[in-house]
């Protein structure tokens, strides 16, 4: 059967468009290799802990030496039902590099985003990336994948073949007609049975709050008091959501790239396609300035350009080498790859140059990368199903077919380029296994210790007035603007973001609330 999907709510991740970098940032510890295998003690529990969560929280972890030299490797057992423990149980994967000091601070914890992005392999496969070297010195860095991520529980939903078909087959019926609807919500049901049938009883439980639930658990085993952590992107929602749950064990957290937790889904959908539409304008400048841009004349005339191209593609699609054929879905997602990143952009002028000359080569090797789908045909992680899982929960979704369509009106009005292909994203999950969804709502996480929260001014996947909105709504929020281009600031080279981040989290001098890094 025919699969298609429908774009909606673009993937938040810090490492969706490292285009340019090698992510092998392994670095050797302190220790040596041999001395990896050990166990943690947790820290002390609360008297009143529930009796059925203690012994998760009182579990020793074994650590054995993995992921090259200076990494270690351990298993954490988690309930399945955070409600009901002895309902079942699911383990969690982490990974540690020690301090390169050797005399840790404590634990430093870290999630890239997505939500689907792997934690684990953040930290094995790009430290360097993830964490400056002022952190790398002082803390143990732990990468983790929350519940129904990689190798934490995974969400399991189609094979490859029918991931590609899923993922990058054409509509048969118009845009927005009944016939494309129904399509799609077909499309969509058959998907979402997938993961059911194939994930099995924890996919009930692939929540942000559950994920939340997990991160203290991972924080007592690992022996810290209080949690210090990094999220980028929707990190910032995972961290955020932990302060709202566990306010007294907060420590030192930097949500970076945030989201507006109290965001709708039409708001994200409209703020995002505002932002790439944003990006995408910057881009243009910046290329039109240039002797190499495939574009000419102004700003305006290119990105009519680009919507001329994504309409041509769409009423007649480049066929591939492979046997697939670039549609305006997929060329989408080659545009928007490239946009998380202005050292991107000289890609994404190869790629408009190609495609316009009707070889789709370039396109389908962006659509690919941020799909996670390797040369083989065969996907590397399960980032597109922890995605739905996740979105599906922590979202309420309006299946109403005039509502859709009217949304979708606004969505093309608000971001003339990008809009258009952005709409009627409420399909995809009116048919999830589980229905039970999440009312979005403010999170002030009461009593915390101060959060730091950056927002970077164009970024296109999480909009500056997210950060806004998350700081101010916090009662210990402390906003750090970075002026620039694409998403999340830390480690991108701005010395006076890395200054602030890591002052915090190393030395605890919280930043001047307002602080503006241009």
């Not at 990896?36 to 969560?53: K, Y």
């Not at 650590?63 to 030299?69: I, K, M, R, S, T």
């Not at 080498?321 to 305006?328: F, N, V």
């Amino acid at each position: 059967m025919q699969r298609t999907r429908r774009r909606s709510l673009i993937a938040v991740g810090a490492l969706a468009a490292a285009l340019t970098m090698t992510l092998s940032g392994c670095v050797t510890a302190f220790f040596p290799k041999e001395a990896a295998s050990q166990t943690s003690t947790p820290a002390p529990v609360a008297d009143d802990l529930d009796a059925e969560l203690r012994p998760f929280y009182e579990q020793q972890l074994s650590w054995e030496a993995c992921a090259g030299d200076g990494f270690d490797c351990a298993t954490v057992t988690a309930p399945m039902d955070w409600e009901n423990p002895s309902d079942g149980e699911i383990e969690l994967a982490i990974v540690r590099q020690r301090a390169l000091n050797g005399n840790a601070v404590g634990s430093l914890l870290m999630n890239p985003g997505g939500p689907g992005g792997s934690g684990y392999d953040l930290v094995a496969d790009s430290v360097d990336f993830a964490a400056g070297d002022a952190l790398q010195q002082n803390f143990d860095i732990v990468g983790f994948d929350p519940r129904g991520v990689g190798r934490s529980a995974p969400v399991s939903c189609l094979d490859s073949a029918d991931m590609d078909s899923y993922l990058y087959d054409l509509p048969q019926n118009e845009t927005g007609s009944d016939a494309w609807i129904a399509e799609v919500g077909e499309s969509s049901a058959a998907f979402n049975q997938a993961c059911a049938d194939n994930t099995g009883e924890s996919l009930e439980f692939v929540t942000t709050v559950s994920a939340a639930r997990d991160l203290d658990l991972l924080r007592a085993v690992l022996g810290d008091e209080k949690l210090n952590y990094l999220g980028y992107s929707y990190g910032t929602f995972l961290g955020a959501t932990y302060a709202e749950l566990y306010p007294d064990t907060v420590g030192r957290l930097v949500l970076d790239g945030a989201i507006d937790p109290s965001a709708s889904i039409s708001d994200v959908n409209e703020a995002q396609s505002m932002g790439f539409e944003s990006a995408l304008s910057a881009y243009l400048e910046d290329c039109l300035g240039s002797s190499d841009c495939p574009f000419d004349g102004t700003v305006d005339s290119a990105k009519q350009d680009i919507a001329d191209l994504l309409a041509s593609v769409q009423a007649s699609p480049l066929p591939a080498s492979d046997g697939r054929q670039l549609g305006s879905s997929t060329l989408l997602t080659a545009i928007i790859y490239p946009l998380y990143s202005a050292d991107s952009w000289p890609y994404l002028s190869q790629m408009f140059d190609q495609t316009m000359s009707g070889d789709p080569t370039y396109a389908f090797f962006f659509a690919d990368q941020y799909n996670g789908r390797d040369e083989q045909g065969n996907y590397i992680n399960n980032q597109t199903e922890a995605f739905t899982a996740y979105n599906c929960r922590d979202y309420t979704f309006d299946a109403d077919v005039d509502s859709m369509r009217q949304k979708a009106q606004e969505l093309a009005e608000a971001a003339p380029v990008i809009g258009p292909y952005m709409g009627y994203g409420d399909i995809g999950c009116s048919t999830w296994p589980y229905p039970e969804q999440a009312e979005r709502a403010e999170i002030h996480a009461e009593g915390a210790d101060p959060i730091v929260v950056i927002g970077t001014t164009n970024d296109p996947a999480t909009p500056y007035a997210w950060a806004e909105a998350l700081a101010d709504q916090l009662d210990s929020g402390v906003l750090v603007t970075y002026e620039g281009e694409g998403h999340t600031a830390y480690n991108k080279g701005s010395d006076c973001v890395n200054a602030a981040v890591e002052s915090y989290l190393v030395d605890g001098t919280v930043p001047e609330d307002g602080l503006d890094c241009s």
